[in-house]
């Protein structure tokens, strides 16, 4: 299913390496996951999120805040396979949702081909120990390491949307499917770390290539409990890194905190 990226050959694995014809090897790490980022494709020498982002997502996700959402997932995508489907993770970080994924095929009897991409080596350590069913591989959501018509169903849960990558992967009539964090998605976290806490957009999101089918939308509450994992929580979000100090502050002299998640989803299907 791989292809190279340097010549674009179909790549087969022979032992712990991934080659093409063209005799271009890529090695599989020991933890299972394949590297297939070119060095000049690198916007860093270490791309993707980071180690501390990573534990901290973790540790939250773990915990079971977001299930509902991955429980929601697996429905959808499990009613839209048909057999032996080709599935792919687009931005997969650390293999969550992607082993639930595989979890619930197995738990309903069937197969599935899955496949995870990320930018961060970090994370996919993590995800090809999570997930031993699916292949993993670094690699770019502008740049998919797969042959045009490869996959009949591709998923991206907040992470950015190449649509001309997406379209060009999936086979005709292919669906993909795009969760975004909706308007009150964690306001109560927000509203503790800015001085006037904003809604996120809201409705259907259009796709240039793609038709939409289905939306849906989830709302429901859950607790940290802890210090510990309402800080895993602010660290796993894009608020790590631009909260003002006295918002941060704030949120340190909490104890524990009820808070909205909010998602929606929308189902599309590839044109032409």
């Known amino acids: 299913m791989f292809r190279c990226p340097v010549c674009g050959r179909p790549l087969a694995q022979e032992g712990k390496s991934y080659r093409c014809a063209g005799r271009h090897t890529y090695d599989i790490a020991a933890q299972g996951y394949v590297n297939l980022l070119l060095p000049q494709k690198k916007s860093s020498a270490d791309p993707g999120d980071n180690a501390e982002m990573i534990a901290a997502r973790t540790r939250f996700l773990l915990s079971g805040a977001y299930r509902p959402l991955s429980d929601a997932v697996n429905r959808l995508l499990l009613s839209q396979a048909g057999p032996a489907p080709a599935l792919l993770d687009l931005g997969c970080g650390e293999g969550y949702y992607t082993g639930r994924l595989w979890d619930a095929f197995c738990e309903a009897g069937r197969t599935a081909a899955l496949y ?30 797969f042959a045009d018509g490869s996959f009949d169903l591709a998923y991206n849960l907040f992470a950015p949307i190449c649509p001309q990558e997406n379209a060009r992967v999936l086979r005709p009539g292919g669906k993909l499917l795009a969760v975004y964090p909706a308007a009150k998605h964690l306001y109560e976290l927000k509203s503790i770390l800015y001085e006037h806490p904003y809604l996120n957009e809201d409705g259907i999101r259009r796709i240039e290539g793609f038709t939409p089918l289905h939306s849906e939308r989830l709302t429901y509450s859950f607790s940290c409990e802890t210090p510990e994992l309402l800080h895993a929580l602010y660290k796993m979000t894009p608020y790590y890194y631009r909260t003002p100090a006295a918002g941060a502050e704030r949120l340190d002299a909490l104890d524990r905190l009820d808070i909205t998640a909010d998602f929606s989803w929308t189902l599309y299907e590839r044109e032409g």
């Open 116 to 145: 995870g991409i990320d930018l961060s080596r970090r994370a996919l350590r993590h995800a090809a120990r999570f997930c031993l069913g699916a292949r993993f591989a670094v690699a770019s959501l502008y740049e998919l390491p």
